[in-house]
């Protein structure tokens, strides 16, 4: 369902034998999201983005992929860090708030921050030690469903769907929207459009999924970021 494939952590597949190259590239697309929404890219980062191969479809998500890899190719990193510190961090908040609580109540640290807490610990993530922000910012929801979406175990699809529908469709294609529109993003404009797209797409491909299983205990993964 995804256009083009993305950056791939190489150590993400090992152990998964039956992985569908769908679920590789969905896969693949969340974790690059996360981890431009994380950090700004460096300049290792933009070089892989830059010279990943794309589709010539014109699918508004080829066209996505088309335009952050040309953005890519334009962007220097001190540019980018500037860029994300404005966008994401600034003097006290940043001009988009990336969290879920901020956009489904206005207020962080809310009830759907509890409820996604409840979730994880069902599906055996682990909050890291050494992380200080919320678990319902953007980048950390997006490495969530990379992991869930590479799982290839029984009853993955069933998980992933129910926790998209729940932590990520009622917000963060609203986000990504947000993203775009902000006068000071320039590269970010394309990681906005990119999300705003495969989130879209996802969430399509997630709703033709049986939901019946919801999400079931499992064996405590690595903490995520």
């Known amino acids: 369902m995804t256009e083009a494939p993305a950056t791939q952590d190489a150590t993400a597949a090992a152990g998964i034998a039956s992985l569908e ?9 969340y974790r690059v999201l996360g981890r431009l929404l ?5 300049a290792e980062t933009l070089e892989l983005l830059a010279g990943a191969p794309v589709s010539n479809e014109d699918s508004l998500l080829a066209v996505a992929w088309r335009m952050l890899a040309m953005s890519a190719d334009r962007a220097t990193p001190g540019e980018l860090v500037d860029e994300y510190q404005t966008l994401f961090i600034g003097l006290g908040r940043g001009e988009l708030v990336p969290f879920g609580s901020w956009y489904l ?5 809310e ?4 409820r996604l807490r409840t979730d994880m610990q069902k599906l055996g993530f682990e909050r890291q030690d050494d992380v200080c922000e919320p678990e319902d910012h953007a980048a950390a929801l997006c490495e969530i ?3 869930l979406a590479e799982d290839g175990a029984p009853g993955s699809l069933e998980s992933q769907a129910a926790f998209f529908e729940t ?13 775009q529109e902000t006068p000071s993003a320039s590269f970010y404009r394309a990681v906005g459009q990119l999300g705003e797209q495969f989130i879209n797409t996802d969430q399509r491909y997630l709703e033709m999924v ?3 299983a919801g999400m079931p205990a499992e064996p405590v993964r690595p903490g995520i970021s």
């Open 21 to 29: 190259p769908e679920d590789r590239l969905r896969a693949d697309t």
């Open 145 to 147: 469903m990379a992991l």
């Open 105 to 109: 109540t206005g207020f962080l640290m």
């Open 38 to 42: 994380a950090a700004p890219p460096d």
């Open 167 to 179: 932590h990520i469709g009622p917000w963060m294609a609203r986000f990504f929207r947000d993203l």
């Open 210 to 212: 049986d939901r019946t």
């Open 111 to 114: 009830q759907p921050l509890a």
